[in-house]
């Protein structure tokens, strides 16, 4: 324990009222928050003589001071105590990292309804259905939808310009009701089809285009009839390809895994009796926690984080029960205002789903541990191979991509001992050298990489240089300039593809003596070392086409003197993309959405030169 700290005198002056504590290190940072329906007994077994835990011994050692905030219940207390963990992301807490938001389905309320990809809050007027665990579980459920329902999925700018039917109604993938091609009756009716199916009332929307097919058939309307047997076909083949449980409403069905210091909580997304999808939590957890204040932390700060958007369901499926998971239901019911039942024994459907979570969950822990030990295997085999005097912690990869000497990018990946780290991935965009000159290219971006070099910098023990001789050089040279005087400067090892540019013909190259060297193609260091290769490699490319896309497309309506990011915007989705832009009239730029007629002609002829 911190000598600083004097527990006896902080306990004898604690109330017994339940609230929340903090816990700080000498530097100030708060390093634990907890919550207490009795703030004193709590607080005060963490200073007994004989401390059970590990990881609490390890807490209490590091605590200098700590502070209380006094609630009027433990539900209060527990709800605060989320605020503040989500605030200060103190690092004996486990922490779930889930700030994205959630997508959804967006049905609008326009004359002509469209069927879009939502993320974020929900303003606009209309339906929205999900949530959806991921934007590509979306984008295929819309695919689907484009198939099922010829329903408008383009842009409203898009559909407001059109003067004629575009490749969708060619596809039989929208009814064009931008150019009449549809009636807004029979529009309706699709619209209101393809919200029963949303809704996952298959059967419902089945039955109703039996109906319509039977009725053309008896007026002889056979190509509707047709059309609506297909429908119907379709529709069939989706309901018997997707799993859809018996009973009707939302749930949440979590599956629960913790090993080895890795949690899984695998969640099925359930929503009006389909699977939405479904997707898995790795929250960080500290050494030596217990399940029970897992499974509690995660349950938390997953349902009370109100900044993702979430909408929550009916009813929460767990597969394991923590002492304090009755407590849940009434510290969401406060906070959001929502009867929510949480369940760990269940029969039938949801006893099937529960197991298909827990499956999942365990599955995930053990492939990320034995995909941890691989890695593990491939540090050591690497640090023998190379016979160095610390083991590796830490190791970067650069990279250059660019096309004919447009756009170029450098690329730096990451890898430590669990592997990848890719929300320490890096990309530089070059500027300021003769197109293509790959050298100048790595020494900018070493020199920006290693701009800051100090004692607690985060410096990697080796860094890969995809490249050969003559960039690993110029890097050695920026590294020697830049480490001087430091005793802590990275090993550069290039490495140089054979002539076949075949993988496991690889030659190695020392920066410091370039010395060069081969490694047999079945070497487990060899792999390691191609696998940061190729995700700089790849991350490289991805940069750099993302660049080269942007420049193409903005470049030269940013040159034009009063046309900014909106007026970019509108004048690239009404008229389809740059080259339509540049093909087009000044009465059909003026057309545009905010494009005055003045500006149009300045559009014009600013694009003809």
Do not use: W
Not at 504 to 514: A, N, R, V
């Amino acid at each position: 324990m911190t000598p600083s700290f004097n527990a006896k005198t902080f306990l004898k002056n604690l109330t017994s009222s339940p609230g929340v504590y903090r816990m700080y290190d000498a530097s100030g940072t708060v390093i634990y928050v907890g919550k207490a329906k009795d703030l004193k007994k709590r607080v005060s077994s963490y200073f007994r003589k004989n401390l059970p835990n590990v990881k609490t011994q390890a807490l209490v050692s590091h605590i200098a001071n700590v502070d209380v905030t006094l609630t009027h219940s433990e539900t209060e207390a527990l709800i605060l105590e989320n605020d503040y963990i989500k605030r200060y992301l103190p690092r004996y807490n486990v922490l779930l990292r889930d700030d994205k938001s959630y997508p959804y389905i967006f049905l609008s309320q326009h004359q002509h309804p469209r069927l879009s990809y939502h993320r974020g809050p929900q303003r606009e007027k209309g339906q929205y259905f999900g949530p959806y665990p991921n934007g590509g579980a979306v984008r295929e459920s819309l695919h689907l939808m484009q198939k099922l329902f010829p329903i408008r999925q383009c842009d409203d700018l898009y559909y407001k310009a059109r003067s004629r039917p575009c490749l969708q109604y060619q596809l039989k993938r929208c009814s064009a009701p931008c150019v009449g091609r549809v009636s807004d009756t029979e529009y309706q009716e699709q619209v209101k089809l393809a919200t029963l199916f949303l809704k996952g009332k298959d059967q419902q929307v089945i039955a109703s285009l039996v109906a319509k097919m039977e009725h053309a058939a008896e007026q002889q309307q056979y190509e509707a009839a047709a059309q609506f047997r297909d429908q119907i076909m379709a529709l069939r083949r989706v309901a018997e390809q997707q799993q859809v449980s018996s009973t009707s409403g939302n749930m949440d069905v979590i599956g629960v895994h913790y090993g080895s210091g890795i949690a899984c909580f695998h969640l099925l997304f359930i929503r009006e009796g389909k699977i939405f999808g479904s997707r898995s939590y790795y929250p960080e957890v500290p050494a030596e926690t217990e399940l029970a204040e897992v499974l509690r932390a995660f349950m938390l700060q997953f349902y009370l984080n109100t900044d993702v958007h979430r909408a929550l369901p009916q009813e929460i499926l767990i597969s394991e029960h923590y002492e304090e998971l009755e407590e849940l239901t009434s510290v969401l019911y406060e906070a959001l205002g929502k009867k929510v039942v949480v369940k760990t024994n269940v029969r039938g459907d949801r006893a099937g789903y529960l197991r298909l979570a827990q499956t999942n969950a365990t599955n995930a822990v053990n492939t990320k541990l034995s995909h941890r030990n691989t890695v593990e295997q491939r540090f050591l085999l690497l640090e023998e191979t190379l016979e160095l005097s610390k083991s590796i912690a830490r190791m970067e990869c650069f990279d250059i991509s660019h096309t004919m000497g447009e756009s170029t990018v450098a690329s730096c990946v990451v890898f430590n001992r669990e592997g990848p780290q890719k929300s320490e991935y890096r990309h530089y965009n070059i500027k300021g050298i003769t197109p293509g000159d790959d050298y100048a290219a790595m020494k900018q971006a070493l020199e920006r990489r290693f701009d800051k070099v100090t004692t607690e910098a985060k410096i990697p023990d080796i860094v890969f240089i995809d490249g050969g001789l003559g960039q690993l050089r110029m890097a050695q040279e920026v590294v020697n300039r830049k480490f001087s005087g430091l005793d802590n400067a990275p090993t550069l090892i290039g490495v140089a593809k054979g002539e076949s540019r075949k993988p496991g013909l690889e030659t190695l190259i020392f920066g410091d003596s370039e010395e060069s060297f081969s490694l047999p193609d079945d070497s487990e260091a060899l792999h390691l070392i191609q696998h940061i290769r190729d995700e700089s490699h790849r991350f490289a490319i991805t940069g750099h086409r993302n660049r080269r896309q942007k420049t193409r497309n903005t470049s030269t309506l940013e040159s034009i003197p009063g046309v900014g990011p909106k007026r970019r915007k509108a004048l690239l989705q009404y008229l389809g993309g740059l080259q339509e832009v540049k093909g087009a009239s000044v009465s059909e730029l003026a057309k545009v959405p905010g494009i005055s007629p003045e500006m149009a002609q300045t559009i014009h002829d600013a694009l003809r030169g």
